[in-house]
T-cell receptor
Framework: KQEVTQIPAALSVPEGENLVLNCSFT??????LQWFRQDPGKGLTSLLL?????REQTSGRLNASLDKSSGRSTLYIAASQPGDSATYLC?????????????FGKGTLLTVNP | DTEVTQTPKHLVMGMTNKKSLKCEQH?????MYWYKQKAKKPPELMFV???????INESVPSRFSPECPNSSLLNLHLHALQPEDSALYLC???????????FGPGTRLTVL
């Protein structure tokens, strides 16, 4: 059974700092990995999707890396802003069968202080 | 239009009520999903529809009944719910399995 762990559970940083969020998964047979952002009481917003054959994806100030063999992904946020404050969720889909199902980590609650 | 819409935004119902949640997307996606999310927990998959057919049912109690009337609409019919069913119900869609999932804003359900 796939298990996804995110560290740290919460992170508080001053504005302008670069930061890294971590995600690990137990079964390396993944189809892809997605990073989402969720604001309180809202739906999820997809940030980046990395296919299992890829090493990284970039979008603006965000960079996500994937090391499938070691079961790890990182989300790097450059020059953090107060508007980045949210919960960040990592999710993986399974390969070799139904890849509809996402297994989520519990998330990292990020607070960026002005 | 890259949006998934959900109605209503909030719903309060008694344990004997029957209500429905609605979800709509116009992105031409052929996979649609229902998730349940409790406070401070990640979303849990309930159902997946692929090409308007139920593809995955994650052993959800029968008091939750999904329906996919067409490729753009997804409903979740609720009957005889329990207070522990109170949660944020999220709908999502994707082009196909394994593609990026686009989420709606959710329906906040309270069962009294």
């Amino acid at each position: 059974k796939q298990e996804v762990t995110q560290i740290p559970a919460a992170l508080s940083v001053p504005e302008g700092e670069n930061l890294v969020l971590n995600c690990s998964f137990t079964d390396s047979a993944i189809y892809n990995l997605q990073w989402f952002r969720q604001d309180p009481g809202k739906g999820l917003t997809s940030l980046l999707l990395i296919q299992s054959s890829q090493r990284e994806q970039t979008s603006g100030r965000l960079n996500a890396s994937l090391d499938k063999s070691s079961g790890r992904s990182t989300l790097y946020i450059a020059a953090s802003q107060p508007g980045d404050s949210a919960t960040y969720l990592c999710a993986v889909s399974r390969s070799g069968g139904s890849n509809y199902k996402l297994t989520f980590g519990k998330g990292t609650l990020l607070t960026v202080n002005p | 239009d890259t949006e998934v819409t959900q109605t209503p935004k909030h719903l309060v119902m008694g344990m004997t009520n029957k209500k429905s949640l609605k979800c709509e997307q116009h992105m031409g996606h052929r996979a649609m999903y229902w998730y349940k999310q409790k406070a401070k927990k990640p979303p849990e998959l309930m159902f997946v529809y692929s090409y308007e057919k139920l593809s995955i049912n994650e052993s959800v109690p029968s008091r939750f009944s999904p329906e996919c009337p067409n490729s753009s609409l997804l409903n979740l019919h609720l009957h005889a719910l329990q207070p522990e069913d109170s949660a944020l119900y999220l709908c999502a869609s994707s082009h196909q399995g394994g593609a990026v999932q686009f989420f709606g804003p959710g329906t906040r359900l309270t069962v009294l």
